[in-house]
């Protein structure tokens, strides 16, 4: 058994994290607010959404995209990191994880050579030790475990 996988469901309204050893979940927005005059990152998930009607923050959202998965790199690769720690706490001790990321939107005609390398680089940038792209149906607890995913109906990406 291998364990510490996170397994990532994207949405475009909804990131679902599990950590794959503790059974830690963790679901919320990929909303991210920064500060419009710095552009200092301030919030994620409905915490961005709560400040959206300062002045001086801007709030948006890297997933959501009318043709495509991701329309904001730099806001989803944040979205993602932030809400990491939700799941699995990083230690001095602990080794980074493998990060199953795992679309459910925009899947229409399948997924470009293109949308699975930033999917897949989005994995990596949050700090995966190494990143696997799915798709197909939901995964289990056991099969993230094992990182075996012999038994579920779908295929690698990458």
Request: aromatic share 6%; proline share 4%.
């Amino acid at each position: 058994m291998f364990g510490n996988a996170i397994y990532v469901r994207i949405e475009a309204d909804q990131l679902t994290l599990l950590h794959a050893q503790s059974g830690r979940e963790w679901a919320d927005t990929p909303d991210v607010a920064r500060r419009a005059s710095s552009g200092k990152f301030l919030a994620v998930g409905r915490e961005a959404l709560a400040l959206a009607g300062d002045a001086d923050v801007i709030v948006g959202n890297g997933y959501s995209h009318p043709r495509t998965l991701i329309a904001d790199f730099n806001l989803a690769e944040r979205a993602l990191k932030a809400m990491i720690p939700h799941v699995a706490p990083r230690s001095w001790f602990s080794p980074a994880p493998v990060i199953v990321m795992h679309p459910l939107a925009r899947l229409t005609g399948g997924l470009t050579q293109v949308e699975i390398r930033a999917i897949y680089e989005l994995a990596m940038g949050a700090g995966a030790r190494r990143a696997l792209v799915w798709e197909g149906e939901a995964l289990t607890r056991q099969q993230l475990l094992a990182l075996d995913f012999s038994t579920a109906s779908g295929r690698l990406l990458n």
